[in-house]
């Protein structure tokens, strides 16, 4: 079945850095867009990144614009994402999801990872 | 960029009751881009509704959507004990092109 699972979360200092990965398998992936998107704790949903099944449209949420890198391996079916100059406020699960094609939804979700950005 | 105003903040029903939850955008919304989200502690989102009103694969048919321009609205007609949770609505749009509502927490009375 389909299936995304994030792996890479931790505990940074604020300035560090951290890698997230999320394996897909069961569908296609080189056919799919991909998004991640972050919920810090006993908040809303927020939209991080996405990057488009040819990686030729990549956008980013305004506050992670210049530290945050999204990437796709396809020939390892893997998804990730470089989060660097990490602030206190970047803390939350991050969620990978797959894109619904034209209709600019989420229409599957890993379990997520967490995040936790402390001195 | 364009807000999604969720009311109200928690509906408080009780089993077998009609529930209904709005989604109120700040600018009109294309009717396929708006979204609905199911969401339980501890766990990832649940797409429900995708185009303002089908349904997901998998998603019982008490579930449905409707709406236009500004207002949305997502209905469950019976309400199940497994239906309690917090739900979402989400648009595609302008920058930034992914927003998501608030959130309406819908617990049981």
């Known amino acids: 079945q389909v299936q995304l699972v994030e792996s890479g979360g931790g505990v940074v200092q604020p300035g560090g850095s951290l890698r997230l990965s999320c394996a897909a398998s069961g569908f296609t992936f080189l056919s799919y867009g991909m998004h991640w998107v972050r919920q810090a704790p006993g908040k809303g949903l927020e939209w991080v990144a996405y990057?488009?099944?040819?990686?030729?449209?990549?956008w980013y949420v305004d506050s992670v614009k210049g530290r945050f890198t999204i990437s796709r391996d396809t020939s390892k079916n893997t998804l990730s994402l470089q989060m660097n100059s990490l602030r206190l406020e970047d803390t939350a699960v991050y969620y990978c999801a797959r894109d619904l094609t034209h209709f600019g939804a989420f229409d599957t979700w890993g379990p997520g990872t967490m995040v936790t950005v402390s001195s | 960029e364009i807000v999604l105003t969720q009311s109200p903040g928690t509906l408080s029903m009780s089993l077998g009751e009609r529930a209904t939850l709005s989604c109120r955008a700040s600018?009109?919304?294309?009717?396929?881009?708006l979204a609905w989200y199911q969401q339980k502690p501890g766990q990832a989102p649940r797409l429900l509704i995708y185009?303002?009103?089908s349904r997901a694969t998998g998603i019982p048919d008490r579930f449905s959507g409707s709406g236009s321009g500004t207002d949305f609205t997502l209905t469950i007609s019976r309400l199940e004990p497994e239906d309690f949770a917090v739900y979402y609505c989400?648009?595609?749009?302008?920058?930034?092109?992914?927003?998501f509502g608030q959130g309406t927490k819908l617990e049981i009375k």
């Open positions: 990057i488009r099944n040819d990686e030729n449209i990549i």
């Open positions: 185009g303002a009103s």
């Open positions: 989400q648009q595609y749009g302008s920058s930034p092109p992914y927003t």
């Open positions: 600018q009109s919304v294309s009717t396929t881009y």
